[in-house]
Structures are given as C-alpha cells and as structure tokens.
C-alpha cells in the first residue's frame, strides 16, 4: 500500500471504480426500501407513525434538558413536559419572543402559530445563532414576512456577565435554552393537550424569502412563501423533520453496509480499502441511486396523494431527502469538474510524505550503524594526513596503509618495484 501512495501523482486522490450490476441493483432496493418507510411509516404531520414516536423523543429530551438545567417538580408533574418547557420559559427568557401583531405594532401578521417561524432568532440552525446574539445584544427582534426582513426595537436587554466573552457565552446560552424550551410547542398548548408550534426544520425559514410562483391550494392562489409557512403551521417543523431523516438514514447506512460487505467478503479487499469515504466514485455513485430512488417514490407518492392540491403535496414531500439527494448531486459535479475534494487530496498528500518517510526509515534501519562510524573514522584520518603529504612516495604509502586499515588486499605481493618490472606477474584487483 505504501509504495502505490509513493507511486501516485499529486493530488490523485479519487480512487476510480465503476459500479457493476450488482452495485446498481443493491442501491436501488437499499433507496426503494427507505421509500416505502418513507411513505408508509412518514407520510404527512398527523398521520405520521414515524412522527409521533420522534414527538415523543423531543419530550424526553426536552425534559433532560430541564433536569439538567434545574427543573426540579413534584412527583406527579415529573413526567409532564408542559411543566418542563414552562420551568425553561421562565429561566430563559429573550427579548425577540414577540407572538402577536398586537406585539410588532400592527407591522405585518403574526400569531402563536408562525411567530416561530417568523422570528429568525427562533431557528435551530446557524441563522438563527447569529440573530438571536445580534437581538440580544442590540436589543432588537428580527423577522421575515413578505419577502423582507424586518428589524424591530424592543425594551433595553442586558446580558449577563462581566465582559464581552462572558455577554457572548450567556447569549448563546439563551439562544440554545429559548430554543429548547420551543421546540416541542408551548407549555400552554402542550398543557391543554395539543401538540403545539415547534421550530421550523433548519434553514427552512429561508423559504419565506420566496415570494414567487402561484400554487392552487383549494380555492385559493399562493405564493411559495406562504405554502411554506401554511405547511409549518400545520406540523412540518423540526419534530416532523427528525422522522422524514429517518429514510435517508435507512437508505445512506444500508448502502455503505452493503458496499463495505461486498468489498471486504466477496472481493477480498483490505479493510483498510473498506473504508466508506467519498474517495471511491462507486460509492458516490450508489449513493446518487439510492437517494434518487428514495426521491422519485416520495415524489409519485405525494403527486397521488395530494390530488392537486399543492399544500397536501409540498407537506407529503420528504424535504430532508430531497436536499441530501441535490447535496450528492452538487457534490459529485464538483469532483467531476475537480473542484471539491480538497480535503482528500490533502489527506493523500500526508499519506504519500508519510510512506515515503516510512522508506526511507525502512532504508536507515538497515544501515551498520558502527561500520559507518569506523569507515568514517578512518576517512578522517586519511583527510588529515593527506594535508601533510609532500610528495609521491608518501601519497604511496598513506594510500597502502589505508588499503591495509580497510582490509583491502593488495593487487602486489612484496616489493611495488620489483612486482612491476616483472613482465609475468600482474596486478589482480579484488
């Protein structure tokens, strides 16, 4: 292995591997099976079978949190969530936590429903990191509606804490507590029974800035922004988008297994050339099938279901296999084009220094050590005389002495002179 690293040119990192049969056929039964998860065990918000046991997975850590944060309630509310996201909503309060029109001065519409949404510092992804320590820090509330983003002022917010880094650390801090406290809904919608308004699924917010297309939903016409937030108040949000990840799991693990099983037990190949990595272009590949086969059963399910209508189509959308399938699309265009990859042409680098190191280690190991230093030694002390040689008879006799210290047999035997007028002797150089 060592020596093909040493052997390739820089930056040949993608190991080039075309798919068989075989590859193609356990891609798409591997995406064909996490489609029927998809449709069957997914759906759509409240007939979701999937979607409620991930409900039930943001309850319990939504009431760890609050257990690891202080929440400490009586043995009959210990297992109430609505009593653990209230316990958070009292100790992690925020200055953008607006939840009406009445609340935004009549700016634009908003209720219980889609402030969540609404509010870029409510999202659980980096958008809504930066707005929220940006709102908190300035005291302001940042949302979108309409296609705009509208800053608002609200009452003076200080943070907590001595210096800048310690404001920064207690903001993000808020950030994350504001975040766990509505992720499951309300303490007063939860506390009555409902399933509540949660958070939207990360950077899902962004749809509101499309504000195109006309879409038929019922009777009425609208835009992509309003689907989007119409789909979010009826459930598509992040605990709904924790069961559509699911299928794309099933389908991403279930190829990797397969294509590290085949290449270790049935090609015999290394375990270290069984490692699943986007360096082998067949498993880039069986991927691409996988998820495509994913996308177009989720996509023929949704068209059928939804009868027309586009609402009922775009929440029956697996929005989180469509972006990994356009992400592994992205992703293979720029190998193709060699403009990815970087971090593996990177790690090949250091692979092929270190098996070169390895080498020549391999090449000193095998070195005499003590013989190196007496042949130096005595190269030494032959520098040094030949400093004080004068004429030809002395460099005759450093050169025999040196001959005689190294071991080196003499191609003369006796007298230089007389051997050499001898017309029958000769030199013989061993």
Same mark, same amino acid.
């Given at each position: ?48 079978? #999937? ?13 760890? /949190?609050?257990?690891? !944060? ?19 909503? @009292? ?7 607006? %939840? ?6 009549? *700016?634009?519409?908003?209720?219980? @429903?889609?402030?969540?949404?609404? !509010? ?15 709102? +908190? /820090? ?42 766990? !406290?509505?992720?499951?809904?309300? !303490? ?10 949660? *958070? ?9 800035? =499309? ?7 019922? @009777?009425?016409? +609208? ?29 991403? #693990?279930?190829? %990797?297994? *397969? ?14 050339? =069984? ?76 692979? +092929? ?20 230093? %007496? ?6 002390? /032959? ?48």
């Amino acid at each position: 292995m060592e020596a093909q690293l040493i052997k390739q040119e820089d930056g040949a990192v993608l190991k080039e591997s075309a798919c068989d049969t075989s590859d193609y056929l356990i891609s798409v039964a591997c995406g064909a099976i996490a489609g029927l998860v998809d449709i069957f065990f997914v759906g759509m918000p409240g007939e979701s079978t #999937l979607g409620t046991w991930t409900d039930l997975q943001v309850d319990t850590a939504v009431k760890k /949190f609050a257990s690891l !944060s202080g929440w400490n309630p009586k043995p009959e509310k210990a297992d109430s969530v609505a009593s653990a996201i209230g316990w958070l909503e @009292k100790n992690y309060r925020v200055n953008y936590d607006q %939840r009406h029109t009445a609340d935004v001065g009549n *700016l634009f519409p908003m209720n219980t @429903k889609n402030h969540h949404i609404k !509010s870029l510092s409510h999202a659980p992804d980096i958008v809504g990191l930066f707005f929220s320590v940006l709102n +908190q /820090f300035t005291s302001t509330s940042a949302f979108i509606s309409g296609g705009q983003l509208i800053m608002l002022q609200t009452e003076t917010y200080e943070l907590q804490g001595g210096n800048f880094p310690a404001k920064l650390f207690c903001g993000v801090a808020n950030w994350f507590g504001h975040v766990m !406290s509505d992720i499951a809904g309300s !303490s007063g919608s939860r506390g009555n029974g409902g399933r509540g308004s949660g *958070l939207a699924i990360p950077f899902f917010e962004l749809f509101q800035m =499309c504000t195109f297309g006309e879409f038929q939903v019922g @009777k009425d016409r +609208q835009d992509f922004a309003t689907l989007a937030i119409r789909a979010f108040q009826e459930g598509y949000d992040a605990r709904f988008g924790l069961a559509m990840a699911i299928p794309v799991l099933i389908c991403d #693990l279930s190829i %990797r297994l *397969l294509w590290m099983v085949k290449r270790r037990f049935y090609l015999k190949m290394p375990v270290n050339e =069984c490692i699943p990595t986007s360096r082998h272009s067949d498993l880039r590949v069986m991927l691409l099938f996988g998820n495509g086969t994913l996308c177009i059963m989720d996509g023929a399910d949704a068209a059928i279901r939804s009868d027309g209508n586009w609402l009922l189509f775009f929440m029956r959308m697996n929005i989180i296999a469509w972006a990994r399938f356009l992400t592994l699309v992205l992703k293979e265009i720029c190998i193709r084009v060699g403009i990815s990859a970087t971090f593996e042409k990177q790690l090949d680098a250091y692979k +092929q220094i270190t098996a070169s190191l390895r080498a020549y280690l391999l090449q000193l190991q095998q070195i005499d050590v003590e013989a190196f230093r %007496r042949e130096t030694e005595q190269f030494d002390r /032959f520098a040094k005389y030949t400093d004080l040689i004068m004429d030809e008879r002395q460099l005759n006799a450093a050169l025999k002495a040196s001959m005689i210290e190294l071991g080196i047999r003499l191609p003369w035997d006796g007298d230089f002179d007389l051997f050499m007028r001898d017309k029958n002797k000769h030199l013989s150089f061993e």
